[in-house]
């Protein structure tokens, strides 16, 4: 299996908390770069979250510290810890390796998508 799915997503209530989880395997990811972005209905794919291969983590101007972005010890799973949830996070979030030479997180010029997780909060 050569793609990439997201994990983790669900319903939940304004302050609440989901982990999302994506495999990375295959030749769909980067080693040096790796982050989740997300798509709202109406709304153009937006950057969340990026981390590269040192550990450095960026985010969007909207997560203001609810969200933690890790991968696990072997780096083989990428993970985006939320927290404090609010109804404008609802989204399909994806994981995606970011086309950006600083490893920032953009979503223009990113190619392979593949599978997204929804997120639902209700207030």
């Known amino acids: 299996q050569d793609q990439l799915v997201a994990d983790g997503g669900g319903s939940v209530q304004t302050g609440g908390s989901l982990t999302l989880a994506c495999p990375l395997f295959?030749?769909?990811?980067?080693?040096?770069?790796m982050g989740w972005f997300r798509q709202a209905p109406g709304k153009e794919r937006e950057g969340v979250a990026t981390i590269d291969r040192y550990g450095n983590t960026k985010y969007g101007d909207f997560v203001k510290g609810r969200f933690t972005i890790s991968q696990g010890t072997t780096k083989k799973i990428l993970y985006l810890e939320m927290t404090n949830l609010e109804p404008e996070d609802s989204a399909i979030y994806y994981c995606?390796?970011?086309?950006?030479?600083?490893?920032?997180?953009?979503?223009?010029?990113?190619?392979?998508w593949g599978q997204g997780t929804q997120v639902n909060v209700s207030s």
């Open positions: 995606a390796a970011p086309q950006d030479s600083n490893c920032r997180p953009v979503a223009a010029g990113i190619i392979y």
């Open positions: 295959g030749h769909t990811y980067s080693t040096y770069c």
